[in-house]
């Protein structure tokens, strides 16, 4: 061993010294830990990923269970920490707390969200020391923890293979659970082939799983093909979407100015969340500036949206029930409004983000909201229907994160929705790689319901998500412009939009199987030596 071990004590001019941290075992944390990490940064780094996974699923079989858990601990803090590098800036651009304590919020999240790596080394190592085969037990487990673990944000392991679109497309059938049980298969089977090596069940046990996994990545590549056939053949609209910062002075003349500006006839204009101002619920159109004074919050609506109007315009804004003008609730809403100024559909966002628009536990410590600056009291939508556009094309609506929910996106895609569109602010967050990974996390919802996903954010990123997952347009980050894109609709719903996210469900009652097997095996190993 060329590297310090705790076996080996350190010495200095003939005294042994009480220090015995190992060098190599950080090392192998860190490396291991950057590989998990590194592509949530750069995704086409998904194969770093994959051996990274491998490596701590290999670790932990090799340790100790309980040493499995703490060195599975640090790899998920080093992993997290890089992954989502860019929050303590973010925490404290949008909360009242002071950088330090924005700092230690983080580090408290990661610690929390490091648990669940923390599990399951310790999964692998129970599971690998009952039976070396049983450490395939780590994809189910991991599935359930993933999927089931509370956490502010919907990231999973599938995020991080953006970068290899033919493993994307089963999430067509199993959402991004799919994706991560093929992630999971590939890094299992690398380190099921390695802690037996030779030994011939450890390798035709590793050679089904590879052989499986190229099956999966080759049908893939089949469907991207297919999908971007059927793209060039589908009915299509023409949308204009527009990204301007809503915070600033000027963004009002603005937005109209970038409208104004699409040459050509479109079928509708996208403005971000944020762009309109709080309206009364049962406001019905912007014809009368006078009526819309007697139905808004004067101090923080526009009167006249868009005076030259020619096609439907979406725009984010709030609404409040009657009684509730200048102190609310209020519900994040979407309008529809067609050319003649009236209001012909809204959307209630239904999914509140954390933090951002209610903090948790804030019922028992209200100081709480003081502390992330959320002083207005927002409450959630219902109705996941599409609004249909003046030509009779259904939309889907997806406001600030909700993209990040497959939930909402499902629900409206079987409620009829033709295509999705999502309406995001986000100008408080400042660092370009919080866009992206927004970005990122919302990708899915296209492959999942096989429907193209047009994003309209203040600050980006704008663009279109074809079905297929792939972007085909987009707008650079944090500069004003418009994106014109021909938008494919699509009837047909995929297996996920039916059926929600089954594998998760079976990987839960696979995980609980697995575990009742051990208790009763070891019951019976242990009650059979004591006779």
């Not at 004067?298 to 804004?317: E, K, M, N, Q």
């Not at 992206?436 to 600050?459: D, G, K, P, S, V």
Request: glycine letters at 8%; proline letters at 5%; charged letters at 15%.
């Amino acid at each position: 061993m060329s590297t310090l071990d705790a076996a080996t004590p350190i010495t200095k001019q003939g005294r042994t010294l009480p220090i015995t941290i190992t060098i190599r075992p950080i090392a192998e944390v860190v490396i291991i830990g950057v590989s998990i990490g590194l592509p949530w940064v750069y995704a086409n780094c998904f194969l770093t990923g994959l051996f990274g996974y491998s490596l701590l699923v290999t670790r932990a079989a090799s340790l100790s269970p309980a040493r499995a858990w703490w060195n599975s601990f640090a790899i998920g803090v080093v992993a997290l920490g890089l992954a989502f590098h860019w929050a303590p800036n973010s925490i404290f651009g949008t909360t009242n707390l002071s950088y330090s304590l924005s700092v230690a919020v983080f580090v408290g999240l990661v610690l929390w969200e490091a648990l669940a790596f923390a599990v399951i080394g310790w999964i692998a190592s129970r599971a690998f020391h009952f039976h070396p085969s049983a450490i395939w037990a780590v994809v189910p487990a991991w599935l359930t923890i993933e999927t089931h673990w509370p956490r502010v944000f919907n990231w999973a392991t599938a995020h991080a293979y953006l970068g290899f679109p033919p493993l994307l497309q089963i999430a067509e059938f199993a959402g991004t659970s799919g994706v991560t049980a093929c992630a999971l298969i590939g890094s299992v089977a690398l380190a099921r082939w390695w802690t037996e090596l030779g030994r011939s069940r450890a390798t035709h046990e590793a050679l089904a799983a590879v052989t499986f996994l190229l099956l999966v990545c080759v049908s893939g590549q089949v469907m991207v093909q297919n999908w971007r056939e059927r793209i060039d053949r589908a009915d299509k609209i023409r949308v204009a979407a527009v990204q301007v910062d809503p915070t600033n002075l000027d963004s009002l003349d603005e937005m109209r100015k970038k409208s104004d500006s699409v040459n050509g006839d479109v079928d509708l204009i996208l403005w971000p969340e944020s762009s309109l101002g709080n309206y009364q619920v049962d406001l019905q159109d912007f014809c009368d500036q006078d009526n819309v004074i007697q139905h808004c919050e004067p101090a923080s609506a526009i009167f006249d949206p868009y005076p030259t109007i020619h096609c439907d315009l979406l725009a984010g804004g709030m609404t409040y029930d009657e009684g509730g003008r200048d102190q609310g609730p209020y519900k994040n809403t979407a309008f529809l409004i067609n050319r003649d100024k009236w209001i012909t559909g809204r959307y209630v966002k239904r999914s509140l983000m954390p933090i951002g628009e209610y903090v948790p536990g804030e019922t028992w410590f209200p100081v709480l909201r003081e502390w992330a600056a959320v002083s207005t009291e927002l409450v959630r939508g219902d109705d996941d229907s599409p609004l249909s556009l003046s030509a009779g094309q259904r939309v889907g609506l997806l406001v600030c994160y909700e993209d990040m929910v497959a939930d909402n996106a499902a629900s409206s895609v079987l409620a009829g929705a033709q295509c999705l569109i999502a309406l995001a602010n986000g100008s408080a967050f400042k660092d370009p790689d919080t866009l992206e990974q927004h970005l990122r996390l919302a990708q899915f919802r296209a492959i999942e319901n096989r429907r193209a996903m047009i994003r309209c954010a203040a600050t980006g990123v704008t663009c279109l998500v074809q079905p297929d997952g792939s972007i085909h347009d987009r707008l650079s980050i944090g500069n004003d412009g418009v994106l014109v894109a021909e938008v494919p609709l699509e009837d047909q719903l995929t297996f996920y939009t039916r059926h929600g996210n089954w594998l998760s469900r079976l990987a839960a009652c696979t995980t609980g199987l697995c575990g009742l097997i051990i208790f009763v095996r070891r019951s019976f190993t242990t009650n059979a030596g004591s006779t």
